[in-house]
């Protein structure tokens, strides 16, 4: 994947399901930095391109990820998963540098338990303070994407909020990409992060 490395990578793939599996320390290797296996903002424990549909990623580990836990750019159902210790645990929608998903993304993000108390480049001289809990945008009108019962915790970081709402400023073709749109957040719990919810201002 051009020098970038992931746990699991799936593009154009239909109805993929990851279901009470453990991903730990996936895209990068503690000193020894082999075929691009470092630790910075493009390697991830999961993948996944915004050409998929149907993505079930249900009741797993999924921890110590170079940067995304799980990045979902064609969004899905993520419902139920433990997330430690990763840079960002789920950006669900967004596509900076790359292909939105057309007419935007569906999903959930249910149910998840969040602890995140990792930089971004943390194996590095000079690590980017982070921890995101969800990162949403490009949500497809009539959706409905539910983020709901969610518990974040953890954050030592004290640099990014548990939820950010925003759009891929960089995407490739932002001709077909949507904003937000009929997204519910309710019933989560934020404890002690430096903010709860950051809406992007350009909305």
């Known amino acids: 994947n051009g020098g970038k490395c992931e746990g699991l990578y799936a593009y154009n793939v239909n109805n993929i399901s990851i279901v009470q599996s453990t991903f730990d320390h996936n895209g990068w290797i503690e000193g020894y930095p082999y075929l691009g296996a470092v630790d910075n903002g ?4 999961i993948y996944f391109g915004p050409t998929n549909t149907g993505v079930d990623v249900e009741q797993n580990v999924i921890a110590e990820a170079s940067y995304a836990g799980v990045m979902a750019r064609a969004g899905g159902t993520i419902d139920y998963n433990l997330f430690v210790d990763n840079a960002v645990a789920v950006s669900f929608g967004s596509a900076d540098g790359v292909m ?3 007419g935007g993304v569906s999903g959930s993000l249910i149910g998840n338990v969040i602890n995140v108390d ?3 480049g943390s194996a590095g001289s000079n690590p980017l303070a982070f921890g995101q809990g969800f990162v949403i945008a490009n949500t497809k009108p009539g959706a409905n994407v539910m983020v709901t019962g969610n518990v974040f915790t953890g954050d030592i970081q ?3 909020p548990a939820i950010t709402l925003t ?6 073709n932002p001709s077909v990409a ?3 749109n009929d997204l519910t957040i ?3 719990i934020i404890n002690g992060w ?3 919810i950051q809406t992007d201002g350009r909305f």
């Not at 759009?167 to 490739?172: I, L």
């Open 158 to 160: 004290n640099a990014k």
């Open 42 to 45: 493009y390697n991830h424990n």
């Open 194 to 196: 430096r903010q709860a």
């Open 167 to 172: 759009m891929a400023t960089t995407t490739t």
């Open 118 to 120: 990792k930089a971004e």
């Open 186 to 188: 309710s019933n989560n």
């Open 100 to 102: 939105s998903t057309a």
């Open 178 to 180: 949507v904003g937000i």
